[in-house]
């Protein structure tokens, strides 16, 4: 299925598409200019539409027992004020309208005027529901024209929600072409790049490294790549408290998102000290997997055969640092390691335990910089500040309390950027 200009087409109309965009992208560059005005309240209609319960179907077939949780979430994030909050965190004055300089001197002035990139090729992953409408938004947001090609996991949600947008606010037709191409049409994403100014790709280095090999000479490449988020605890502030939302938030993302605690990394030179806390935190991580686990029978299959392929796969290549130490619950486990590297956990409610000194922070990290998202942070009041400026030092762009590594906070960056400040140019004229 394909949007083009508001209308959903046929996948079998796609050349035909193809061959038509490019002129129709040049009209409007031309001829249109979409108001940030508009964007917003098109967005501030839609998640009342959503609140009222016009999406609870798609949603209510999301791979999640917690889909109350996300609708709450999306219609938080698309309230005319989080929106606002968003731009002015974002863009500010300096990157929304044009300004005379004023050179020290006795230099001439120029005008300095913020730009759209242009036209924005977003290649979506699949590991956030609903995450390829939101990669679009941003691109209406800062007043480009947003070709959106769609991950092979998406389960329609995006699709509904483009499309609501649309009905809500026509004028936004001439910025979206929606395409749910498969990955291995390489052709035809080829085509879709040579028309874009900037190509935001969300996935790994293989995806990424892909998108650069096809890209035109010059395009602008905003890469959202895979990230890897852990907790570190240096002691408690409430100890049965900080576990217990940790665990939660373990087993409510699945371990699937950037954010999600993969690692659990304690200060301690002691190997016993991981023993220790692997016996203690099993029951609480069991309990956990036990009071979240989902009521729906497909949702629990899906993740029942996950664990199963996960498991197999930890068993055909284990980790060479295991110390063999592995703590198996029910629904979940822990493996005690002998390194001190960040590393992806098998999900699904498995998670590497770890030594890491805080003397050892920027030292151990660094080597990761590159990769480091979020850092879930339990440890005695008077230590938040220091032990927080070592791992911002170390590469990590986010330090939350451990419950919280996945959730939201308006006006936060991603992945150590403001997006929008990455889909517009500034231009200068005399």
Partial sequence: MIIEKGQRVDISQLNDIIIRMEQDICDTLAHRTLSVETVVSALD???????FGAYDQKISELSSAHAEEYKEQVVR?????????KI??????DLRHAVMTNPPLGQSAIQVR???LGVILHIAAGNMDGLPAFSLVEGLLSGNVNILKLPQADNGLSL??????VEIEPQLSNYI????TPSSDVATIKKLSEMADGIVIWGGEAAVGAVRRMAPPGAKIIEWGHKLSFAYISGYEDEDRELRLLAD??????QVLCSSCQTIFLDTEEMDEVYRFCEKFLPILEGSSQMHASKSLGIRADKTLRRHFENMNRLLTRNKNCSGDCYQGIGCSLSAQTDSAPELSNMFGHVRVKRLPSQHIVSGLRPYKTVLQTAGLICLPEKRDALTDLLLRSGVVRVTRAGTMSALFSGEAHDGDYPMRRYVRITNVE
Wanted: proline content about 5%.
């Fill in 160 to 165: 509904e929600i483009i499309a609501g947008l």
């Fill in 77 to 85: 994030m698309m309230r005319r004020e989080n929106i606002e909050y």
């Fill in 177 to 180: 072409y929606v395409f749910d």
């Fill in 249 to 254: 938030h373990i087993i409510k993302t699945d």
């Fill in 88 to 93: 002015k965190m974002e863009l500010g004055d």
């Fill in 114 to 116: 913020p730009m759209p």
């Fill in 45 to 51: 209609q839609l998640s009342q539409k959503i609140a």
